[in-house]
Nanobody, 115 residues
Framework: QVQLVESGGGLVQPGGSLRLSCAASGSRFSVYNMYWYRQAPGKEREYVARITSGGITDYTDSVKGRFTISRDNAKNTVSLQMNSLKSEDTAIYYC?????????WGQGTQVTVSS
């Protein structure tokens, strides 16, 4: 049983930066693979980034070189550092945890990139 709460979203100008955080409640956070997804209005929910329980990272092509996913097992958190933001990054960002077929989702945090 894991509960996830995202924070750090907001309004930024193109080229700016934001750091999203996902706080997890529950035990054994370190065994979970953690993900960030996003969903823009009228679009499907899209995979953004992943960090495994072993610390291996992966990103969708559109964010490579701009976004960085990390985790802090001592704090039960996963973060997404977003740099050089574009208007196309505007979406609700969701945190996901997965382990042995168990999947948990946060409620999301809004990111708006606009002048």
């Amino acid at each position: 049983q894991v509960q996830l709460v995202e924070s750090g979203g907001g309004l930024v100008q193109p080229g700016g930066s934001l750091r999203l955080s996902c706080a997890a409640s529950g035990s054994r956070f370190s065994v979970y693979n953690m993900y960030w997804y996003r969903q823009a209005p009228g679009k499907e929910r899209e995979y953004v980034a992943r960090i495994t329980s072993g610390g291996i990272t992966d990103y969708t092509d559109s964010v490579k070189g701009r976004f960085t996913i990390s985790r802090d097992n001592a704090k039960n958190t996963v973060s997404l550092q977003m740099n050089s933001l574009k208007s196309e990054d505007t979406a609700i960002y969701y945190c996901r945890a997965g382990y042995l077929g168990l999947i948990y989702w946060g409620q999301g945090t809004q990111v708006t990139v606009s002048s």
